[in-house]
């Protein structure tokens, strides 16, 4: 359904802001190739500048690569812009709205651009009812979540093949963040191809058949989301009952980050059998996991070898 190859694009961008050491740098993103199939949910992930935003608006036809090509469903995301924009809706990152209309109006004007089908309005009152969202209040008086939950309205209610959603998820609490997952995983199970851009490991681990990682403008990796879950750091917090445990661990092979007295900071990639061998041997009186963004397991990957 999602055909890139060879895709770049690139900018200069000054590396220091003192003009006397101003020098060039390249950014953007430089020969990209991947495929997503239909029916298929594939996470699109990398840090912030990594060149996610830059794919995501050439996929759109915003902007004209410098090479290589992107279609959707065999037409050219440039070229054919107007027929991507048939087949798709596009939640973007930073949303900018008509802030003197209520919710309400607001997709009234967005179901009547797309052809005012009953099936929208359909949609629009359930996908309303499910993010407790009151359409009738001004935009402008919306909080950053309220306007996160109304542009995922307007892109689910529109019922397209595809779904191209950057950070979907900013803005909203916890639970809401549950109840998007549920709606997502609902279109993956009416065979909606899905592209989404994601720092939520919950999010990707949940929803994606599979991911490509972007790395310095250039893409890294595509893997399945089972090697991703493996590859994936953890880090746990754990005290011990003296400091003779303390080198037990130690003299265990395990990765040990740090150590405060009697109490450790333990990284495990992967299987937990190690740590739980481990821990078996001492006498442990606190025991915790800090919880990893996915950004910052990645990082692992990054400063590594670039590979899981």
Known sequence: MINVEGLTKLYLKDRTKDKRKQTKA????????????????????GPNGAGKTTMIRHLMGFIKSDAGFAQIKGFDCWQDSLAVKRLVS???????????????????LMSGMHGDRPLYRT????????LDLNLKQSIRKMSKGMKQKLGIIYALMLD??????DEPTSGLDPLMQKVFIDLLLEEKCRGKTIFI????????ERTCDRVGIIRDGELAAVEGIQKLRQAQHRTFEIRVADEGQ??????????IVAVNGTGLTIEVQGDL???????AQVNVKEFSQKSTELEEAFMHFYEGEGRF
Do not use: C
């Open 246 to 255: 303390v080198q037990l661990l130690r003299d265990s092979g395990l990765t």
């Open 26 to 45: 390249p950014r953007g993103i430089k020969e990209i190739t991947f495929r997503v199939d239909q029916g298929e949910v594939f996470g699109f992930l």
């Open 123 to 130: 949609r629009r009152d359930a996908l309303s009812e499910r």
């Open 90 to 108: 596009y939640l973007p990152g930073e949303m900018n709205f008509l802030e003197q209309m209520s919710g309400w109006e607001f997709l009234n």
């Open 160 to 165: 397209t093949e595809v779904l191209i959603l």
């Open 197 to 204: 851009s994601s720092h939520m490991f919950s999010e990707v």
């Open 273 to 279: 059998n190690p740590l739980l061998s481990g821990l």
